[in-house]
């Protein structure tokens, strides 16, 4: 993969851009603990990086109203709010190579599971938001990570079609939602490198160092 081969870059948000599942894991908790529900680790480390509609299903079963699985979804949210600026941090060298992507001429979305509102606060956070005008939050979908309908959307508004951008993606879920849509993918991070994500990607680093590398990028 060459950059001059796409139009666009289109990066998830936790775990790819900044490292944010902490905070959700705990206000996760802190919601399912006031109703006196315990959740093994395994169910907290199945639902990384994807949306809270599935989670919750997950938890409290398929039946849940959706008036009940809204409102707790507003509750974890809230809890988010309050850790997130508390815990979130950027991954190292995720800004710099986003902005190294953007001199080169590429259109620079992001694709994320979370929230319109921490999605704009994380950007805001890392300096980014004025590059990354194109943000597509699954919450606001009817399907979520890892139905492709959160890339095909981001696409749409791109006005690309999947053989023009590349994503970039630290959790599974994330990575069948973008190889789904047709896009080129990248695979970032310790999790990336496990062979669940191989037959997905169209290469795998540990870091943006590694990234750079390929690109030839300072």
């Known amino acids: 993969m060459i950059l001059s081969d796409y139009r666009a870059a289109i990066f998830d948000l936790d775990g790819t851009l900044v490292l944010s599942e902490p905070a959700w894991e705990e206000a996760k908790r802190r919601v399912l603990a006031r109703l006196g529900i315990a959740v093994p680790q395994a169910v907290y480390d199945a639902f990384v990086g994807r949306g809270l509609r599935g989670f919750l299903n997950e938890v409290l079963g398929p039946d849940l109203p959706d008036a009940r699985r809204t409102d707790l979804a507003n509750q974890i949210g809230a809890e988010a709010d309050i850790l997130l600026p508390q815990l979130r941090q950027a991954v190292p060298g995720a800004a710099a190579f986003v902005n ?119």
């Open 100 to 218: 190294r992507v953007a001199e080169a001429g590429l259109a620079v979305a992001v694709c994320s599971s979370s929230p319109s509102r921490h999605i704009v606060a994380a950007l805001d956070q890392l300096g980014l938001s004025a590059l990354i005008p194109t943000r597509v939050s699954g919450a606001d979908l009817p399907r979520g990570k890892p139905d492709p309908l959160p890339y095909l959307e981001t696409l749409r508004r791109l006005g690309l079609s999947p053989d023009k951008a590349f994503a970039v993606e630290d959790a599974l879920p994330g990575v069948r939602s973008a190889h789904a849509a047709g896009l080129a993918v990248i695979g970032i991070g310790a999790q990336a490198q496990t062979q669940d994500f191989a037959p997905l990607c169209r290469f795998r680093v540990r870091d943006y160092r590694g990234l750079n590398s390929h690109f030839g990028l300072p």
